[in-house]
C-alpha cells in the first residue's frame, strides 16, 4: 500500500535538497571565482608597482588589495562555510537520515503512530 501523502512529502523533500545542493556548488564557486578574482588584482597591483616603479598610489593599490585577500577574504570565507555551508550540509544529512531519524521518517512514524491510535478509538 502506497501512501501518496509520504510520496509528495517526500517528492518535496526531494526538491529541497536538490536546490540545497545547487546552491552550495554556487555559493562555492562564487568563492572560488571571488579568491580568483583578488589573485588577479593582486597581480595587477603588483605589475603595476614593477611598471610605475614605487609611486605612493600604486603601493597603497598593492596594500589595500593585499589586506582585503589577506584579512577580510579569507575571514569572509570562514564565516560562509562555517554559518551556511556546514548549515545546509546538516540540513541535507537530516534529509537522509544520518544520525538520528530523518525528517521522512518521523513523518512516517507519526502516519503509522495516527493509524494505531485511531485503531485503538473505533474499538
Known amino acids: 500500500m502506497q501512501d501518496e501523502n509520504y510520496d509528495a512529502v517526500f517528492h518535496k523533500f526531494q526538491g529541497v535538497d536538490k536546490a540545497i545542493r545547487s546552491f552550495v556548488k554556487c555559493i562555492q564557486a ?47 570565507r570562514a564565516v560562509v562555510e562555517r554559518d551556511v555551508v556546514n548549515l545546509l550540509y546538516k540540513l541535507t544529512d537530516k534529509f537522509k537520515g544520518r544520525g538520528s531519524f530523518s525528517i521522512l521518517e518521523r513523518y512516517k512514524l507519526n502516519i503509522c503512530f495516527l493509524h494505531i491510535r485511531a485503531m485503538d478509538f473505533n474499538k
Not at 589573485?39 to 598610489?57: F, I, P, R, T
Open 30 to 76: 562564487y568563492l572560488n571565482s571571488l579568491n580568483e578574482y583578488y589573485h588577479q588584482s593582486l597581480a595587477v597591483a603588483n605589475s603595476m608597482l614593477e611598471y610605475y616603479g614605487s609611486k605612493k598610489e600604486v603601493e597603497d593599490l598593492r596594500t589595500t588589495h593585499h589586506e582585503i585577500y589577506t584579512k577580510y577574504f579569507a575571514d569572509f
